[in-house]
């Protein structure tokens, strides 16, 4: 029998906003690099990549633009992960890039949060999901306010947020003002998939993570939640309407937003 829910948590990134994933893969094919080339070293990393640790807000935002450069930079080790990466898919391996690649980490990071735009199907649904009053909505984000605002800020930021899209903040108070609790990764120095961070957002508002639906995009992040006793919904890109559905399915809310009616 499952649980009585009484709280939905929400990913920001991939999930209520476009996916910095697109922007990775637009810089890939700019420059010439097989797509998830740069995904997959990022992840590679593991806890302790400037990605992960910019997330935890261990790193101010210049600091993160030189390690991150340096690491994405590393062709050789690139090549290699890619190449595993296709033996493990069974796919031909497409021409690596060659002696040399230089990331420009400040450019990349900035493709991959310019024109972030807020998903209509997943803000209408939170939106809905307020008016019944019955479950706290909790944005559960790997993020960065705390650089931008925290210890590690740079008196001299204002310029170079207006660059990257972040005249509002990394998050828009439209976006925070849709949530019981906004927890930023940079803030509290923990991140998706790493459990404590879960287990943080649950001990914070009384709930066991039995009485939790997370959504995100990440296979990862929903594996940890469900390891912990989370119900999960994975919001693949472009796809967030048949999330949306499964989720109206096991709240026995209808959510959806009304289709256009078309005028012929």
């Known amino acids: 029998m499952k649980s009585q829910l009484r709280a939905v948590f929400f990913d920001i990134g991939g999930v ?6 697109l922007g990775v ?5 700019e420059h010439g690099l097989p797509p998830a080339w740069i ?9 302790n990549g400037a990605w992960q640790r ?3 807000g261990e790193l101010g935002l210049f600091a993160f633009y030189d390690v991150f450069s340096e690491e994405l930079s590393d062709v050789v080790r690139g090549n290699g992960i890619y190449v595993e990466y296709c033996r493990k898919k069974g796919i031909e391996c497409p021409v690596l890039p060659g002696s040399e690649v230089r ?9 991959m949060m310019r024109n972030a735009t807020p998903d209509p199907i997943i ?8 008016l019944t009053r019955k479950y706290k909505l909790i944005a559960l984000t790997n993020n960065f306010s705390g650089v931008v605002t925290g210890p590690n800020a740079s008196p001299s930021i204002a310029a170079e947020l207006k660059y990257i899209g972040w005249e509002n903040g990394p998050a ?3 976006i925070v003002g849709l949530f019981d609790d906004f927890v930023d990764s940079s803030v509290v120095g923990m991140r998706k998939p790493e459990k404590r961070f879960f287990i943080h957002a649950c001990e914070k508002h009384g709930l066991d993570p039995t009485e939790v639906i997370f959504l995100d995009d990440l296979v990862v992040n929903l594996r940890a939640a469900e390891e912990l006793g989370m119900e999960t919904i994975r919001v693949p890109i472009g796809n967030s309407r048949q999330a949306v559905e499964k989720l109206g399915q096991r709240l026995g809310v209808d959510l959806t937003l009304p289709q256009p009616i078309s005028k012929l």
Request: net charge negative; glycine share 4%.
């Open 54 to 56: 910019f997330e935890r």
């Open 39 to 47: 995904n997959l070293l990022i992840v590679s990393y593991g806890d």
């Open 25 to 29: 893969a637009k810089y890939e094919k």
């Open 172 to 174: 828009s108070e439209d």
């Open 123 to 130: 803000t209408h649904a939170i939106q809905t999901l307020r």
């Open 16 to 21: 209520v906003i476009t996916s910095p994933l």
């Open 103 to 111: 990331i420009n980490g400040r450019e990349l990071f900035a493709q």
